[in-house]
Structures are given as C-alpha cells and as structure tokens.
C-alpha cells in the first residue's frame, strides 16, 4: 500500500484547506440532518476542519462541541467560530449518551475500513437514545490514497451491513440499535479540484427509521 499521513497532510496544508472549503454551500445537508434533531440540540462536530459547520450550527442556536484530529486545523477552527476547538483522534471519543447529533461530514471518510466498524461504534455509543449521525464518503467502493491521504470508499450496501453487525454485539440493550434513516447524493460544493458525488448518510439510535 502506498505510503500516507492525514493528519499530517492538514498539519501542513491547514490555511489551504481553510480557504478551499470554508465557503461551501450544503444546505440540503444541514437541512436532512438539523430536521431529525429538536431545536438548541447538543451537537458534536467530529472532525471539523476549518469549523465552517460548527459556526454555522452555533449561529443557529445550537450547542456544539468540535473536535479534529489536526493540530493545526484546530487553531484555525477555535479562532474562527470563536470557541476552542479540541485536538481529538476518532479513536479517543469515549463519551457516552451525550449528544442528539453528531456531525462527520467527510470527515471519518478517513478512517481505515476495517477500523470504522470501532469508530461508528464509539459514536452510536456518544449518542442519545434517538440521536443521529450524519456522515459524508465519497461515491465508490474499495480505498484509494490521494495526497498523502486515505480516503474509504463506503457504500450503502457496506454500512448496513456495519450496523446490522453492531446491532447483533448489543442485542440485549435496544437504546443501542441503530439504523440507515436516509440517504441522498450531493455533489462538490468546494473550491477544490475534481468531481466527486458524496454519498451521504444519516444514521439513528433506537428509531423506528423509515423506507430509503
């Protein structure tokens, strides 16, 4: 496998990366996600980058907790939304039962893919009983790396699949389980190079869900 460090790719390209996706328009995703969550919300914004979701969740009204795994992403982040930004590995959320929402978009998209099993369950985990994961990957199947970083390919198929298997790991506690509630396809609204179709997914704890 070709050599690669994520976060140490935004370490050294923060201010870029700021200036290329700070102005994004995604609308439709703030409105899929903030419609399953009840006004003022405890929202967790995993793996922030320049912020730009966690101000807009904060002028809302919403209380929000931002977290990256970029050191320097963070200093970045804290100065722009006007709170700190915690430096964060996915891998460290321990929290349990504490947030209505939590927000990764194309952000654990960086996530090897036999570890997101572990990830996602540490997030279902973070969540309310009836919380919501909202989530972005790149259109595709398999891996590729690409500037020095890992991007996983997840499909529909694969992350039901994740989560009928978590779902059999806490048969015995129903605030666990977690469904696909809704699934749509964007595409780029960035200042970045190429076209890609984002795959985006919400997931919820202990719902009902509903056809997709």
């Not at 903030?34 to 969740?57: H, V």
Request: charged share 30%.
């Amino acid at each position: 496998m070709e050599k690669y460090d994520t976060l140490e790719y935004y370490n050294k390209n923060a201010q870029i990366y700021f200036k290329q996706t700070i102005e994004a328009s995604i609308e439709e995703n703030y409105g899929r996600f903030l419609s399953k969550i009840s006004p003022n919300s405890y929202i967790l914004d995993f793996g922030c980058g320049s912020g730009r979701d966690s101000k807009y969740f904060l002028e809302q009204g919403y209380k929000v907790k931002a977290i990256d795994g970029s050191i320097e992403m963070c200093k970045l982040a804290s100065k722009y939304i006007g709170q700190e930004v915690q430096c964060m590995k996915f891998d460290e959320l321990s929290e349990e039962n504490i947030y209505d929402g939590i927000w990764a978009c194309s952000s654990i998209l960086h996530v090897e893919k036999e570890n997101l099993p572990d990830i996602l369950s540490k997030m279902i985990k973070a969540l309310k009983p009836n919380g919501i994961i909202y989530t972005a990957f790149k259109k595709g199947k398999g891996y590729e790396i690409k500037e020095g970083k890992y991007y996983n390919f997840l499909t529909k198929e694969e992350l039901t699949s994740i989560l009928e298997e978590i779902n059999k790991r806490n048969k015995l506690n129903k605030n666990k389980k977690v469904e696909l509630v809704d699934y749509f396809e964007t595409l780029p609204s960035t200042k970045r190079k190429g076209t890609v179709i984002w795959s985006n997914y919400i997931i919820q704890k202990a719902s009902l869900g509903e056809n997709i």
